[in-house]
C-alpha cells in the first residue's frame, strides 16, 4: 500500500522494447521469404552485402537492418542468347550513327514540292480528258443544232456556258489531287531516311534488365499508447486497492468518535510508515509495547506538530483526537 499514484512507465523504454521486437521479427521474415531459386533457364540467389543503420525518431535508439542482393544468373545458352543479342544491337546502333551523320545537312533545305510532279500529272490528265472533253462537245453542239438552238442564241450559249463550266471543274480537281498526290510523294520520300535511322536506333536500345520482386515485410507500427496505458492501468488499479483498504482503516477510527487515542510514538514499538492520509499526514504500521496486535494510526508527535490542539496531553502521554486530527478527511 503506497502513499502516491503510481508513476505511469517511460514511454520511450516501452516503445524501445516493441520496436526492436518488431525490427527482429521483420528481419526474420525476410530472411525466410529470401529463398534461393534454381531453373532450367538460370538462377536466382540472395545474398546479405550489408547493413545500414536506422534511428527510431521516437527513442532515438538505433538498429542495424541488413541489406540484401538478388543475383539472377543465365543459363549457358541463355547467356549465349543474350551476348548475340547485344552484339547485334551495338551493330545496328553503328550503322545508325554512322547515317545520322548527314541528317545535319539534309534536314537544313526545306521539303521541295515544286510543279514539277503536278505539271506531269496535268500533261497526263490532259492526254485522258482533252480527246473526251472534245467529243463531248461535239456531240452537243449536234443535238442543240438538231433541237433547233442555233449557235450564237441565248439557249446555245447558256447550254455552252454550262459545258464549259464543268469542264473547268473537271481540270481543277485534277490540278488538286495532282498537288497533294506530288506533295505526299515528296514528303515520302524526304520521310524515307528519318524512318530507316529511326527504325536502326529502335533496333539499338539497351534493354533494361527485369528486375525479381523482392520480399518487402512491413515492421508493424508501435501501438506506444496500447502499451503505456495497459501497464499504468494494471499500477493504478493495485494502487487503488491499496487506498480502499487505507480508507476502509480510516472510516474505523472515524467511528470511535470523539474520544482520545493514545498515539505517543513512546508507547509503541515496529513502527514502520505505510503511507499517508488523504491531507498529508504520515499514516504507521505500529504495535503497543507489550500488545501482540499490529495497528494501524497517527503519532502524537507527528499531529502535534501540524495542529497541536488536536493533540492531548494525559499524565505525560500524549494522546490524539481523531476527531480534530483527521477532520475533512473522510
Known sequence: MGSKAPAPPDPKETSASQTGTSVSTAIANAMLGNVNQNTPDGSLNYSQTGTYSYKDPYTGKSYDIPQFT?????????????????????????????QSAFLNDYLGKPVDLNTATEDKIDELGRARLDPQFARQEETMRTNLINRGIREGSPAFTAAM?????????????????????????????????????????????????NFVNTN????????????????????LQAWQQGQAGTNGILGGLFGLGSSL??????????????????????????????????????????????????????????????????????
Open 70 to 98: 538478388a543475383t539472377q544468373t543465365l543459363s549457358g545458352i541463355g547467356q549465349q542468347t543474350k551476348d548475340q543479342t547485344d552484339q547485334a544491337q551495338l551493330n545496328l546502333g553503328k550503322i545508325a550513327n554512322n
Open 161 to 209: 456556258s454550262d459545258f464549259g463550266q464543268n469542264k473547268n471543274d473537271a481540270y481543277n480537281s485534277l490540278y488538286l489531287n495532282g498537288r497533294a498526290q506530288g506533295a505526299q510523294e515528296a514528303l515520302a520520300q524526304r520521310n524515307q531516311p528519318l524512318n530507316e535511322i529511326s527504325a536502326l536506333m529502335s533496333g539499338s536500345q539497351v534493354q533494361q534488365p
Open 261 to 330: 487515542i493514545m498515539s505517543d510514538r513512546r508507547t509503541k514499538t515496529d513502527i514502520r510508515e505505510i503511507g499517508e492520509t488523504k491531507d498529508g499526514q504520515p499514516l504507521y504500521q505500529y504495535r503497543y509495547k507489550g500488545s501482540p496486535m499490529m495497528q494501524i494510526g497517527l503519532m502524537a508527535q507527528d499531529v502535534q506538530d501540524r495542529d497541536p490542539d488536536a493533540v492531548v496531553d494525559i499524565g505525560g502521554i500524549l494522546h490524539v483526537d481523531y476527531d480534530r486530527a483527521l477532520e475533512g478527511v473522510a
Open 216 to 235: 518487402m515485410p512491413t515492421i508493424p507500427t508501435t501501438d506506444v499508447a496500447g502499451n503505456i496505458n495497459q501497464n499504468y492501468n494494471q499500477r
